[in-house]
């Protein structure tokens, strides 16, 4: 028992280590890693573009007047929205997108390409007044070769139209005003200037191949002994003579060792392309897996015959085998997986930016699903930031990815159709080599296709993978549903009811799906709502974080084993092994344009705050395989409940009333299938009891502890503490361990807490707080649309804040709206900003107001007379203090000494 105990603590203090750890994420570019030294260079195209929203004439010329235009950043997502940005608000129509930049010096005869990972809408681009491409589709990338076009040494002028209007002739189709999440609009994904050599390796989203373009990568013969790793290349010629080369490819280690190398000779015909194919062999492989995600750098470099190189890419690749097998449920690396695999949809939505969410924002969702105890993630309904992609990856995270599409088909227009299949292949070229991708979802969500469509989707990813370890899913009743793969179902035979039953074994039983007619495997893609209508749409899972305490236990204990027959975690762990898993609809909550509010039913509301609801779920890890965990979900306020329910993962929970009365709840895991049930300490909390307590001098023991037991040792504790007198601001960085970046792009959020002296939040404060800010940052949003100053909810405010293109030191102030002697103490937070790791390409940089800005975004006093009349407002504060605690006094003698 000891050495358990040991390891555990072992495990939690190397695992807090791993916590405070800054984090510096590798993020791909235009669909590769850099391989330094390599001939490709890579420049942030983010910065500097002039814009304007609206339709507008000649925008396009090159002497067309934009001085007068903003000067914002990308990615941008046309505007900035409140948290109540649903009900179809937001700005639909034309907007423009203008670039002045200079090519940097020593690119010379060089390729040049700009990628653009995704404008949402359609969209047109012209450099230097010519029209060079024209994109339909909101979710994916394209590229532009600029080589013959550019003026080297000169300023040009890359121009760009956006429109995200309603338009039914590519997906998804669907009117914004009838959608269950928002469209948004701009270039709010990343832009990219890629320099190569006239010899290159190609990217597959520009090319034209099918099963080809740029890195292809699959597995055979794969065991824990050794693996195939089949490696295919497409290398493009833009000189006008064949050239002979030499072609390297090298699997490293995650820490750079080199684990197989294999040199080959390749011509390369004039202004063609070729592709290249190679077999590495490597000894004991480290498989990826959720628990293990162990990436594999793989490099390709084209050599001269000289070995001077001319290109090179890296991919990370995680080398593991998928299978479905039917009854006998879901195997990885030729062994059973042993867990349903659990997980949340996700929109890349994010409070006042929309979707134009910045890489590290990608990382952060990620990082949160996966302390979350997520294991899966469905694509909400569109291919996600490569960003996110690469984090599901790096972290463990099996991704479902899904084509663009939403209850939506163009039925007099072909071409919806054959965009569609554009989309697909796109897609599936984007992240074949992704370890993250469980399943594609070709066909779009819940819509009314015809079967030779399915049939053309599904046979179109097995095209697009070479290798074949690729899977396709679609819904079980779905017209087509024949060819796939994988079929989505909930574990009954429907997923939303008219009539609620209670929650009992033979109910379960009347009403499951059949298992026994069908020979492949299931998963359920959306789980957890549960509406009364389609109009009203009131649920039990849609809680919105600031309605407290009572109504996200409701939310909490839909999503565990709610009382009445549903699809639950309780639910899908009764499944047999052929039902693989299930994903909650939703992880986050998100806007809406066919309804007047959010959707509600997120772990975490839009700035990622977390609700009981995620204290669920991240209750569900096994703590052999995270740390122990515990959690109080009852906050000791005059309103709280009387139960006292605890979230654990351990054997059994212990707690501990006021240092007096001890209690002891067991899960039955005999009678519950999921990791770790509620514990439910019923009729255990009394406001009356706190009273009594604070009025007879033992305000000490006021207190709840709960302890987590595992084989009867306490290996985790937690303590929850009433707050008191409100005292003052507090700022936390909500940052994930992941730096701000100084390239005019990056953000990261701030969130401000009201608190007493103990720090213990006060859920029930209204207060307004006001942020002010100095140094290399700027705050996103004002009054307009209600961020600052801002509302407590629930005790917190949340803060954006986004960097410049210099890395340095960054102040945020936060006090309440009105400050006076009895006000709350005002909050400040200091932290800086790095450099950016990739060289940025700009002309104009978006004006930022140096110094301190009020609410108004108005130059404020100078930091010095306000740190001034702040140090006297604060030994008034204390002074003041002084005074009202003879005022206390006095209230109890006038009460009668207390004995009421």
């Given at each position: 028992?000891?050495?358990?105990i040991?390891?555990?603590?072992?495990?939690?203090?190397?695992?807090?280590?791993?916590?405070?750890?800054i984090?510096?994420?590798?993020?791909?570019?235009?669909?590769?890693?850099?391989?330094?030294?390599?001939?490709?260079?890579?420049?942030?195209?983010?910065?500097g573009?002039?814009?304007y929203?609206?339709?507008?004439?000649?925008?396009?010329?090159v002497?067309?007047?934009?001085?007068?235009?903003?000067?914002?950043?990308t990615?941008?997502?046309?505007?900035?929205?409140?948290?109540?940005?649903?009900?179809n608000?937001?700005?639909?129509?034309?907007?423009?997108?203008?670039?002045?930049?200079?090519?940097?010096?020593?690119?010379?005869?060089?390729?040049?390409f700009?990628?653009?990972?995704?404008?949402?809408?359609?969209?047109?681009?012209?450099?230097?007044g010519?029209?060079?491409?024209?994109?339909?589709g909101?979710?994916?990338?394209?590229g532009?070769?600029?080589?013959?076009?550019?003026k080297?040494?000169e300023?040009?002028?890359?121009?760009?139209?956006?429109?995200?209007?309603?338009?039914?002739?590519?997906?998804?189709?669907?009117?914004?005003?009838?959608?269950?999440?928002?469209?948004?609009?701009?270039?709010?994904?990343?832009?990219?200037?890629?320099?190569?050599s006239n010899?290159?390796?190609?990217?597959p989203?520009?090319?034209?191949?099918?099963?080809?373009?740029?890195l292809?990568?699959?597995?055979?013969?794969?065991?824990?002994?050794?693996?195939?790793?089949i490696?295919?290349?497409?290398?493009?010629?833009?000189?006008?003579?064949?050239?002979?080369?030499?072609?390297?490819?090298?699997?490293?280690?995650?820490?750079?060792?080199?684990?197989?190398?294999?040199?080959?000779?390749?011509?390369?015909?004039?202004?063609?392309?070729?592709?290249?194919k190679?077999?590495?062999?490597?000894?004991?492989?480290?498989?990826?897996?959720?628990k293990n995600?162990?990436?594999?750098?793989?490099?390709?470099?084209i050599?001269?015959?000289?070995?001077?190189?001319?290109?090179?890419?890296?991919?990370?690749?995680?080398?593991?085998?998928?299978?479905?097998?039917?009854k006998?449920?879901?195997?990885?690396?030729?062994?059973a997986?042993?867990?349903k695999?659990?997980g949340?949809?996700?929109?890349?939505?994010?409070?006042?930016?929309?979707?134009?969410?910045?890489?590290?924002?990608?990382?952060?969702?990620?990082?949160?699903?996966?302390?979350?105890?997520?294991n899966?993630?469905?694509?909400?309904?569109?291919?996600?930031?490569?960003?996110?992609?690469?984090?599901c990856?790096?972290?463990?995270?099996?991704?479902?990815?899904?084509?663009?599409?939403?209850?939506?088909?163009?039925?007099?227009?072909?071409?919806?159709?054959?965009?569609?299949?554009?989309?697909?292949?796109?897609?599936?070229?984007?992240?074949?080599?992704?370890?993250?991708?469980?399943?594609?979802?070709?066909?779009?969500?819940?819509?009314?296709?015809s079967?030779?469509f399915?049939?053309?989707?599904?046979?179109?990813?097995?095209?697009?993978v070479?290798?074949?370890?690729?899977?396709?899913?679609?819904?079980?009743?779905?017209?087509?549903?024949?060819?796939?793969?994988?079929?989505?179902?909930?574990?009954?035979k429907?997923?939303f009811?008219?009539r609620?039953?209670?929650?009992?074994?033979?109910?379960?039983k009347?009403?499951?799906?059949?298992?026994?007619?069908?020979?492949?495997?299931?998963?359920?893609?959306?789980?957890g709502?549960?509406?009364d209508?389609?109009?009203?749409?009131?649920s039990?899972?849609?809680?919105?974080?600031?309605?407290?305490?009572?109504?996200?236990?409701?939310?909490?204990?839909?999503?565990?084993?709610?009382?009445?027959?549903?699809?639950?975690?309780?639910?899908?762990?009764?499944?047999?092994?052929?039902?693989?898993?299930?994903?909650?609809w939703?992880?986050?909550?998100?806007q809406?344009?066919?309804?007047?509010?959010?959707?509600?039913?997120?772990?975490?509301?839009?700035?990622?705050?977390?609700?009981?609801?995620?204290?669920?779920?991240?209750?569900?890890?096994?703590?052999?395989?995270?740390?122990?965990?515990?959690?109080?979900?009852?906050?000791?306020?005059?309103f709280?409940?009387?139960?006292?329910?605890v979230?654990?993962?351990?054997e059994?929970?212990?707690?501990?009333?006021?240092?007096?009365?001890?209690?002891?709840i067991r899960?039955?895991?005999?009678k519950?299938?999921?990791?770790?049930?509620?514990?439910?300490?019923?009729?255990?909390?009394?406001?009356?009891?706190?009273?009594?307590?604070?009025?007879?001098?033992?305000?000490?023991?006021?207190?709840?502890?709960?302890?987590?037991?595992?084989?009867?040792?306490?290996?985790?504790?937690?303590?929850?503490?009433?707050?008191?007198?409100?005292?003052?601001?507090?700022?936390?960085?909500?940052?994930?361990?992941?730096?701000?970046?100084?390239?005019?792009?990056?953000?990261?959020?701030?969130i401000?807490?009201?608190v007493?002296?103990?720090?213990?939040?006060?859920?029930?404060?209204?207060?307004?707080?006001?942020f002010?800010?100095?140094?290399?940052?700027?705050?996103?949003?004002?009054?307009?649309?209600?961020?600052?100053?801002?509302?407590?909810?629930?005790?917190?405010?949340?803060?954006?804040?986004?960097?410049?293109?210099?890395?340095g030191?960054?102040k945020?102030?936060?006090?309440?709206?009105?400050?006076?002697?009895?006000?709350?103490?005002r909050?400040?937070?200091?932290?800086?900003?790095?450099?950016?790791?990739?060289?940025?390409?700009?002309?104009?940089?978006p004006?930022?107001?140096?110094g301190?800005?009020?609410?108004?975004?108005?130059?404020?006093?100078?930091?010095?007379v306000d740190?001034?009349?702040?140090?006297?407002?604060?030994?008034?504060k204390?002074?003041?203090?002084?005074?009202?605690?003879?005022?206390?006094?006095?209230?109890?003698?006038?009460?009668?000494?207390?004995?009421?």
């Amino acid at each position: 028992m000891k050495q358990v105990i040991v390891l555990v603590l072992l495990f939690i203090a190397s695992n807090l280590v791993a916590q405070n750890k800054i984090l510096e994420p590798e993020y791909s570019v235009a669909g590769f890693f850099e391989v330094p030294n390599s001939g490709r260079e890579v420049f942030d195209f983010n910065v500097g573009w002039h814009f304007y929203k609206g339709a507008i004439k000649g925008a396009e010329a090159v002497d067309f007047d934009d001085s007068n235009w903003d000067v914002v950043t990308t990615p941008h997502g046309l505007e900035l929205n409140s948290t109540q940005a649903s009900g179809n608000n937001h700005y639909q129509g034309e907007a423009w997108y203008r670039k002045h930049f200079t090519i940097p010096e020593g690119i010379g005869q060089k390729k040049m390409f700009i990628h653009f990972e995704a404008i949402m809408g359609k969209s047109k681009v012209w450099l230097n007044g010519e029209l060079l491409a024209e994109h339909f589709g909101g979710y994916l990338p394209f590229g532009i070769d600029i080589s013959s076009k550019v003026k080297k040494g000169e300023k040009n002028i890359l121009s760009v139209w956006a429109d995200n209007s309603d338009d039914p002739n590519y997906a998804p189709g669907k009117p914004n005003k009838r959608m269950d999440f928002n469209y948004f609009g701009g270039i709010y994904r990343d832009v990219w200037l890629v320099t190569t050599s006239n010899t290159y390796i190609t990217n597959p989203n520009y090319v034209n191949k099918t099963a080809g373009g740029g890195l292809a990568v699959h597995y055979q013969n794969l065991s824990e002994k050794q693996v195939d790793v089949i490696v295919q290349a497409d290398i493009a010629n833009d000189e006008s003579s064949i050239n002979s080369v030499l072609v390297l490819y090298t699997l490293k280690s995650k820490d750079g060792r080199v684990l197989a190398k294999k040199l080959e000779k390749a011509s390369i015909p004039a202004s063609s392309s070729k592709q290249v194919k190679t077999t590495l062999k490597l000894k004991q492989p480290e498989l990826w897996s959720p628990k293990n995600p162990y990436l594999h750098n793989l490099e390709v470099s084209i050599l001269t015959k000289n070995k001077v190189i001319l290109d090179g890419v890296k991919q990370k690749i995680g080398i593991r085998k998928i299978e479905f097998r039917g009854k006998d449920g879901f195997y990885l690396n030729n062994k059973a997986y042993e867990e349903k695999l659990i997980g949340s949809n996700r929109h890349q939505d994010y409070g006042y930016i929309g979707n134009a969410l910045p890489n590290s924002g990608q990382w952060r969702d990620a990082i949160i699903l996966k302390e979350a105890g997520c294991n899966v993630v469905r694509a909400a309904h569109y291919p996600a930031d490569p960003a996110f992609m690469d984090a599901c990856d790096e972290l463990g995270l099996f991704f479902i990815e899904a084509t663009p599409g939403w209850q939506f088909w163009n039925k007099t227009n072909p071409l919806f159709e054959q965009r569609i299949y554009e989309d697909i292949k796109n897609m599936v070229r984007r992240d074949r080599n992704r370890a993250s991708v469980l399943m594609w979802e070709p066909v779009l969500n819940e819509t009314r296709y015809s079967e030779s469509f399915a049939k053309n989707a599904h046979d179109l990813v097995h095209t697009e993978v070479p290798g074949g370890n690729a899977f396709t899913v679609c819904d079980g009743h779905a017209i087509g549903n024949k060819y796939y793969d994988v079929l989505y179902s909930h574990p009954f035979k429907r997923g939303f009811y008219n009539r609620l039953v209670p929650n009992t074994p033979e109910n379960n039983k009347a009403d499951a799906l059949n298992y026994d007619d069908e020979d492949r495997c299931f998963f359920t893609r959306e789980w957890g709502d549960c509406v009364d209508d389609w109009g009203a749409q009131n649920s039990p899972s849609r809680c919105a974080r600031r309605w407290g305490e009572n109504a996200q236990m409701v939310q909490a204990i839909h999503y565990a084993n709610p009382p009445y027959r549903y699809t639950s975690l309780e639910a899908l762990a009764n499944t047999p092994r052929q039902h693989i898993g299930g994903t909650l609809w939703h992880g986050f909550d998100h806007q809406r344009g066919g309804q007047p509010e959010p959707f509600y039913g997120g772990l975490t509301d839009v700035f990622r705050q977390t609700k009981y609801s995620y204290q669920l779920f991240k209750s569900q890890l096994k703590p052999n395989d995270d740390e122990p965990f515990i959690y109080i979900a009852n906050e000791m306020t005059p309103f709280s409940p009387s139960d006292i329910p605890v979230f654990t993962n351990c054997e059994e929970v212990r707690l501990i009333k006021y240092q007096r009365d001890t209690l002891s709840i067991r899960p039955d895991r005999e009678k519950f299938k999921m990791n770790s049930p509620i514990a439910i300490f019923k009729d255990e909390f009394y406001f009356a009891d706190l009273k009594n307590l604070n009025r007879s001098g033992k305000k000490k023991f006021a207190y709840l502890e709960a302890q987590g037991l595992i084989d009867g040792e306490v290996v985790v504790s937690t303590k929850r503490v009433p707050s008191s007198r409100t005292k003052k601001v507090k700022l936390e960085l909500a940052h994930k361990n992941i730096s701000l970046v100084a390239n005019g792009s990056d953000i990261i959020t701030i969130i401000a807490s009201v608190v007493d002296e103990n720090g213990v939040v006060e859920r029930l404060n209204n207060d307004v707080i006001k942020f002010e800010i100095e140094g290399e940052g700027k705050i996103i949003g004002d009054q307009t649309i209600m961020a600052n100053p801002v509302k407590i909810h629930w005790g917190t405010a949340p803060l954006l804040i986004q960097s410049t293109t210099q890395s340095g030191e960054i102040k945020i102030k936060a006090s309440v709206l009105e400050e006076g002697i009895n006000n709350i103490s005002r909050g400040e937070i200091s932290f800086s900003s790095i450099p950016a790791r990739v060289p940025l390409v700009f002309t104009d940089n978006p004006k930022v107001k140096q110094g301190l800005q009020d609410k108004e975004g108005n130059s404020a006093e100078s930091s010095t007379v306000d740190e001034l009349k702040n140090k006297v407002l604060l030994l008034e504060k204390e002074l003041n203090e002084i005074k009202l605690k003879k005022v206390d006094k006095q209230q109890e003698v006038f009460e009668g000494g207390g004995e009421h």
